[in-house]
């Protein structure tokens, strides 16, 4: 068969990931002031920094639409056998709705949830394209994309909370005490949502290697196959800190090294980093 992936901008893959892959992405729209941007064309996580840290108000991002989804889909109907397009989860976004919606009118067109962001929903489009290559009918990748998506882990260490605050997911009295007592949250997804893991204390570097090694270390049930190492603007004393732990656990076949988009730097800010992975 031959199947086109498709994916919503929010995974955060790199340039080199999606021309390799093939993958068409639905670019999601940024808003910042009074002006729309398109996500990695025309505005960039930069972009969103100097805006805030210029005393700008925060930025927001707004669904794929459905009349969007539809030309995307009727792009590429006509000359595949099927269509895969894997959405951002449907706890973070209208996307997934509006996708289905839209796909209504196209047979060929099959949609996941990956209930993730980020380069959690990454693992997820990178899954279906080795499926793609394997599998027999697009009801069997489904069945197997719906079965790999739980299996995905996806966390992040925030080194402000500030943008959390001015986006109403953190109080600022909160943010106040996480500053005095220098915590670093740990936001985890879980059941495609966010929430609240281990909050760690000290400085940065620090604490981003605790992260990563409670994340990687003495563990038998991770999937050593893939890591995604995905961050917002860090500094490289952090980034060091950051590999160097890697190297201390158990190997991994392939680290990808990423940057993240405009959905997470919109909502976590600069000096966000994550370790992506899949359990067996």
Partial sequence: MKIKILADSTCDLTPAQLAEHNIDIARLTVVKGE????????????DIFAHVAGGGNLCSTAAFSIGQYEELFAKYA???????????????????????IAAADFPN?????????????????????????????LDEIVEKL?????????SFLLDRLDYM????????AAA???????LKPCIEVKDGKMGVAKKYRGPYAKCLANYVKDQLSGRDDIDR??????????????????????????SFETVYETTAGCTV?????PGTLGVLYVVK
């Fill in 165 to 172: 605050v001015k986006g109403g997911r953190c109080s600022s």
């Fill in 78 to 100: 006509n000359d595949y056998d099927g269509i895969i397009h894997i959405n951002i989860g449907s706890g973070f976004s209208a996307c997934h709705q509006n996708a289905t």
């Fill in 225 to 250: 196959g893939e890591l995604f190492l995905t961050y917002t603007k860090v500094d490289d004393k952090c980034l060091t800190a950051v590999k160097d732990a890697i190297a201390e656990c158990e």
């Fill in 109 to 137: 067109v099959r949609l996941i949830d990956s209930k993730n962001l980020s380069t959690g929903q990454g693992h997820v489009v990178l899954e279906a394209c080795r499926l793609a290559e394997t599998c027999d009918s």
């Fill in 146 to 154: 719906n079965a790999f998506v739980p299996r995905v882990r996806a």
């Fill in 265 to 269: 730097s919109c909502h976590c800010g």
């Fill in 35 to 46: 002006e729309q941007f398109v996500d990695g064309l025309t505005i960039t996580p930069a």
């Fill in 176 to 182: 106040l005490g996480a500053n005095l007592l220098n």
